[in-house]
């Protein structure tokens, strides 16, 4: 054997690992989900081949569009206020500021809480009667609908603000799964802030020459510097938000209540297969989001080559 | 500087609330947690909702403590950080210290991984499972481990590329093969990487939930998270003092562990994000 030979196959060896687990746990079930999305499938029995059923059963299933549009607006309001708060905390977390060690970890913390945890958490702290975010927010209403009546009571009679009914109201469960996604986007914040370490000092130095301010120093030198970031954390921010599961299956059950507001997609996904046993259809559903993933990625892509800017590139 | 410090003393007790408020209703008496307003600071500091909320959970399970969730969790991590740690490493010595043809070819392959959502390959990987009579035992939640993942592949294929080369020319001059350069060179000297991928995978085990949920049947061998669920659900009257305590249980072990490890944590997460 070749010395060249002898390398390659050491190298095989060394990769083995890889190899082997590709062929399991990616070829053979990309494989087998394409080939079941076409069947009708329960597991118990095996498999028959029902051609595109699975898919046209799906258009017309009300759920499935259900979980899709809650899946969107879920990811429509997390995605711009997680981008916002999270850019805007990694630039407070950029000054010179004395403890800023303490603070970052502080931001970071909630992060690490296993979602499990912080959904029982959650669940605690939003509780409408006895939960303490309703106790506090009471005392604070009422003085603003005392303030708003003497304002605009004359126009529109006695104004009575309550807070709201963060788990049984089904315009409230969205904004409450929203403000945990951001109250835990740590890991996105600290990406965020290791951006910001890495545009050169120059480029802000040359900027107050020019006599930028604060905001302008932003608007031309951080965030442009900073997009190939944006970009990643908006790209992850999506393929995560498609998949959300765990945090609104264990606060509002399988079944996404109240009036399935918070039935998302990949909920249902798990419903279809593991309580329906409807294992074809789960993986057409699988594809589909697949799909969804690509065409939103590549969209993002495209759309941000005029405004991405990539040193060196 | 004195706003920017207070706005950050502000939002850090918004952000730092939540979990203050956890570990207060945990040692509360169950009808302190029901007042209107709520009390600050507990009447009388109540630890024993701690041992209580290790028996107080088996009695809905038919007695299976939440000590036994933490020992199966604790076995699943072990299991799991071994496997990735040494296969990942192998995996990556393969890619970035052995030169073979097709290498980049290969190694986009890895990369494009990446980009499946677990999802669609959830079923399959099920009837996998369950041909092979696997359901119900922990092998689905910590064989795959050990054939290593993109993720952590790429994490360590770019610090071991940053190990000069001339270390394992210096080697093979003295008869080493790449097994021994690998276990005497590479391998400690990727110590601060591999302790970033060991972090991060316990980290995914023992907040797993899907997982559990999918592959566990038997009460005996849940884990933390599907075991505090199971707590939560199966409560109707919820004693809130209790499933805080049973959440900062669950919780603690992670932030010791942060704090003990920060540094690598923050250079991890800023690896995967910036050159990811």
């Known amino acids: 054997m070749t010395a060249k030979r002898r390398e390659f196959w050491t190298a095989m060896a060394f990769v083995s690992p890889w190899i082997i687990g590709f062929l399991i746990f990616m070829v053979y079930p990309l494989s087998a989900s394409i080939y079941y999305s076409f069947c009708?499938?329960?597991?118990?029995?095996?498999?028959?081949?029902?051609?595109?059923q699975n898919y046209t059963d799906l258009v017309r299933d009300n759920l499935f569009w259900t979980s899709l549009e809650n899946t969107f607006i879920f990811a429509m309001l997390a995605l711009p206020l997680g981008t916002f708060v999270c850019l805007s905390l990694a630039m407070l977390l950029n000054m010179k500021v004395r403890f800023m060690s303490v603070y970052r970890t502080i931001f970071f913390l909630p992060s690490l809480v296993p979602t499990v945890a912080m959904a029982v958490l959650w669940l605690w702290i939003l509780n409408g009667d006895l939960g303490v975010l309703n106790q506090a927010l009471r005392p604070?209403?009422?003085?603003?609908?005392?303030?708003?009546?003497?304002?605009?009571?004359?126009?529109?009679?006695?104004?009575?603000?309550?807070?709201?009914?963060?788990?049984?109201?089904?315009?409230?469960?969205?904004?409450?799964?929203?403000?945990?996604?951001?109250?835990?986007?740590?890991?996105?914040?600290?990406?965020?802030?290791?951006?910001?370490q890495d545009v050169p000092r120059q480029l802000y130095e040359a900027a107050d020459l020019d006599g930028a301010g604060w905001w302008a120093r932003t608007l031309h030198v951080t965030l442009p510097m900073l997009s190939p970031v944006i970009l990643f954390n908006v790209i992850m921010g999506i393929i995560g938000s498609l998949q959300v599961f765990t945090l609104p299956y264990i606060m509002f059950g399988s079944g996404g209540a109240p009036a399935n507001s918070t039935y998302f997609y990949v909920m249902y996904l798990f419903d279809n297969a593991f309580i329906y046993h409807k294992m074809g259809l789960a993986c057409a559903m699988g594809w589909i989001m697949f799909v969804i993933i690509m065409v939103l990625t590549l969209a993002s892509l495209r759309a941000s080559r005029r405004h991405v800017h990539y040193s060196g590139g | 500087?004195?706003?920017?410090?207070?706005?950050?003393?502000?939002?850090?007790?918004?952000?730092?609330f939540p979990l203050v408020w956890m570990v207060d209703t945990?040692?509360?008496?169950?009808?302190?947690?029901?007042?209107?307003?709520?009390?600050?600071?507990?009447?009388?500091?109540?630890?024993?909702?701690?041992?209580?909320?290790?028996?107080?959970?088996?009695?809905?399970?038919?007695?299976?403590?939440?000590?036994?969730?933490?020992?199966?969790?604790?076995?699943?991590?072990?299991?799991?950080?071994?496997?990735?740690?040494?296969?990942?490493a192998l995996v990556a010595y393969g890619f970035s210290r052995i030169d073979w043809r097709g290498r980049d070819k290969v190694f986009a392959v890895v990369l494009g991984t990446m980009m499946v959502p677990f999802p669609v390959l959830m079923v399959p990987m099920y009837g996998l499972f369950r041909n092979m009579g696997w359901i119900g035992t922990f092998r689905p939640l910590w064989v795959p481990a050990w054939f290593a993942g993109a993720f952590n592949i790429f994490l360590l294929r770019q610090f071991f590329r940053t190990i000069p080369f001339e270390l394992s020319e210096a080697a093979r001059i003295d008869g080493c093969s790449h097994w021994q350069i690998f276990r005497l060179i590479i391998a400690p000297l990727a110590r601060p990487a591999l302790a970033v991928v060991a972090l991060f995978q316990f980290l995914a085990t023992w907040n797993d939930f899907l997982g559990p949920l999918i592959y566990l049947l038997n009460q005996k061998t849940f884990t933390l998270s599907l075991g505090l669920q199971v707590f939560q659900s199966q409560n109707g009257g919820t004693p809130w003092n209790l499933l805080m305590a049973a959440s900062t249980i669950v919780i603690a072990p992670i932030i010791i562990l942060f704090f003990f490890t920060q540094r690598q944590f923050i250079e991890g997460i800023a690896i995967t994000g910036l050159k990811g």
């Not at chain 1, 009708?40 to 029902?50: A, F, G």
């Not at chain 2, 500087?1 to 730092?16: D, I, K, Q, Y």
């Open chain 1, 40 to 52: 009708d499938y329960s597991v118990l029995r095996s498999p028959i081949w029902i051609g595109f």
């Open chain 1, 140 to 196: 604070i209403l009422s003085v603003v609908s005392i303030v708003l009546t003497h304002l605009l009571g004359p126009i529109l009679g006695p104004i009575r603000l309550k807070p709201p009914n963060w788990l049984s109201d089904p315009g409230w469960t969205k904004p409450a799964l929203v403000l945990l996604s951001v109250w835990s986007g740590g890991n996105t914040m600290v990406i965020y802030l290791a951006g910001l």
């Open chain 2, 1 to 16: 500087m004195v706003l920017a410090t207070g706005v950050l003393l502000a939002l850090s007790a918004l952000f730092l």
């Open chain 2, 26 to 88: 945990s040692i509360k008496p169950i009808t302190e947690t029901m007042r209107i307003p709520p009390t600050w600071i507990p009447s009388h500091w109540l630890w024993s909702d701690y041992p209580q909320a290790f028996t107080y959970g088996s009695k809905s399970l038919g007695y299976i403590p939440f000590l036994v969730y933490g020992r199966n969790t604790l076995v699943l991590c072990i299991l799991t950080v071994a496997g990735t740690v040494i296969s990942n």
